[in-house]
């Protein structure tokens, strides 16, 4: 039977709490155990695909089409494990779910509350479907105190009773900040935020504490006297050069070994964790580097392009070089020439988006990209406005626009109504709901024999993850082939466009869908890999 382990976090957010249960579960799974991670997030949107990535981030689809938190790319990328639907929820979710059993009388008159029928249902979505794994480690959003988190707590503590005895933990992540002035460690926000758990009627067994130098005996001391966690339990989590330093790091602070304490486990087969070093030490080490220029629409919030920053750090793992990031605002390059920014770059990216704002500065990216031979990697958005570019600038069609920003003459990339998935057809109306109604998750495609494409990937199949709601218009296809920009992959009944690239060109690529949210440390995406390799090329020519 699976064991249950809460993450929760307290002082201020943003201390890295979906990094440490990602790491934790690395560690669990280097010791042969087999792990979930799962996530719950208090706020009320039903899930974060119609949230701002300027607020919260990345949101990460899974191969099952779910719109879902960032937090969820960490733990795929750290255990590998495929993330689904079911390993995140929010207050939103929940509330829907139970106000629309609430109308069809599901509750037979009877008057429904936070407790039982919101913490029942947060209950149930923890407990469900774990038959398979030995640990589910469940992390639990915002701090300690937010009035909207209460009920994920609540229901968090009832099953510490519920569950049998000795087979759930609490882990909670806090902050100790150094005070310069006094020059001096404070253990004091961190015992306010136990205290806060505590009155609500969580203990936590094990605290691992944010800090940005190593905490001396005596402050690990105090925090376990006036925290009651035993002394061993004070995990440090010390700030490190690379994500994916942490594991090691936080099992070297005794972290999984006090999990496992904890639980009553004794004789765990110690972790095998060379893999960790191994990828520690590439990072540490390369052998030279490339910078790689992202223009897009949200860069001054690197959370709104995680998965995308990691993947290009595993294409730099492939290679063995640092890749640089250098971030461009794209709409900058509506009023300026794109050059002096791009000109010493080694390879131009631009990432998935919506709307309008920055579309001409990107598709001006494109052009620069295209004219000098520069690597260019377009992802989704950035396909579309690399086919915009072709229609306008190669083959004349000067009105060459997308319906996302509003009518057009000629709909080069359009809105898409209908599609299958399997065998079904999938249908949207134009002025159908925004959430959860694009084309999302993972869906085959073909690519072309011959094409760079296929060569890159080593297979004609492929299945990536999709998050989209316009589309490369396949009526402009034969004119936009005439001028080299090839449709190497299309879905499997050729309805679809699925990649583009072309053929004068060094390194030139676009993919309707999002290949950075497969890949991993231990197993770069092709694509990021074989673009980085192009950098690598370029940056020997200038
Ligand atoms: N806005 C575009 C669309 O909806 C691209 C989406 C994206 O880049 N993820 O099709």
């Given at each position: 039977m699976a064991r249950y382990i809460f993450i929760t976090g307290g002082v201020?957010?943003?201390?890295g709490k979906g990094l440490a249960s990602a790491a934790l579960g690395a560690c669990l799974q280097a010791r042969g155990y087999k792990v979930r991670l799962r996530k719950l997030d208090?706020?009320?949107?039903?899930?974060?695909?119609?949230?701002s990535p300027m607020q919260h981030g990345e949101c990460y689809v899974t191969d099952d089409g779910a719109e879902t938190d960032l937090d969820l790319g960490h733990y795929e990328r750290f255990t590998g494990r495929p993330a689904n639907k079911r390993d995140n929820v929010t207050s939103g979710r929940i509330y829907s779910d139970i106000i629309a059993k609430e109308r069809r009388g599901d509750f037979l008159g009877g008057t429904v509350q936070v407790i039982p029928h919101v913490t029942d249902a947060i209950k149930a979505f923890v407990l469900?479907?774990?038959?398979?794994?030995d640990f589910v480690l469940c992390e639990i959003g915002?701090?300690?105190?937010d009035i909207e988190g209460l009920p994920f707590f609540e229901a968090i503590r009832q099953l510490g009773n519920e569950l049998?005895?000795?087979?759930v933990v609490y882990i909670h992540l806090t902050l100790m900040p150094f005070i310069p002035s006094a020059g001096e460690l404070k253990t004091k926000p961190t015992q306010h935020s136990v205290k806060e758990l505590r009155s609500i009627g969580i203990q936590p067994d094990i605290l691992m504490v944010r800090c940005d130098r190593p905490i001396p005996a005596a402050e690990r001391r105090k925090l376990s006297l006036f925290c009651n966690v035993r002394e061993g339990a004070v995990i440090p989590a010390l700030d490190v050069k690379?994500?994916?330093?942490v594991p090691v790091a936080y099992h070297n602070e005794g972290l999984d070994d006090e999990v496992l304490n904890a639980f009553g486990i004794t004789g765990a087969p110690a972790p095998d964790l060379s893999r960790w070093d191994k990828i520690s030490n590439t990072i540490a080490n390369p052998e030279g580097e490339v910078t790689i220029a992202i223009v897009g629409k949200?860069?001054?919030?690197?959370d709104a392009y995680k998965s995308l920053i990691e993947s290009l750090v595993h294409g730099g793992i492939a290679n063995n070089v640092k890749v640089n990031l250098e971030w461009l605002e794209a709409e900058v390059f509506e009023k300026e020439d794109p050059a002096p920014w791009?000109?010493?770059?080694?390879g131009i990216l631009v990432p998935g988006g919506f709307g309008e704002r920055g579309a001409e500065g990107k598709i001006a990216a494109v052009t620069f990209a295209r004219e000098r031979k520069v690597p260019y990697f377009g992802i989704c958005f950035g396909m579309q406005m690399a086919v915009v570019e072709a229609a306008r600038n190669?083959?004349?069609?000067?009105?060459?626009?997308?319906s996302e920003f509003g009518p057009t003459s000629e709909p080069v990339v359009g809105l898409m109504t209908e599609w299958l998935k399997g065998n079904a057809l999938e249908r949207r109306a134009a002025?159908?709901?925004?959430?959860?109604?694009?084309?999302l998750g993972a869906y085959p495609a073909h690519l072309q024999a011959g094409s760079k494409i296929a060569e890159i990937y080593g297979s004609e199949e492929i299945s990536e993850r999709h998050r989209h709601r316009y589309e490369v218009n396949m009526a402009y296809r034969d004119t936009l082939e005439a001028v080299?920009?090839?449709?190497a992959g299309t879905s499997p009944d050729g309805v679809l466009p699925e990649t583009v690239e072309r053929e004068d060109h060094p390194w030139f690529i676009g993919v309707q869908y999002h290949p950075e949210l497969k890949s991993r440390p231990f197993e770069p995406h092709p694509l990021f890999a074989s673009f980085v390799r192009a950098a690598v090329e370029q940056s020997r020519l200038v």
């Open positions: 201020v957010s943003s201390l208090p706020y009320l949107n039903v899930d974060p695909g119609t949230m469900d479907g774990n038959e398979e794994v915002g701090t300690v105190g049998p005895r000795g087979e690379s994500i994916y330093d949200y860069v001054e919030l690197k791009l000109g010493e770059v080694n190669l083959a004349g069609i000067t009105q060459a626009s997308s002025e159908g709901d925004m959430g959860g109604t694009m084309r080299g920009l090839k449709f």
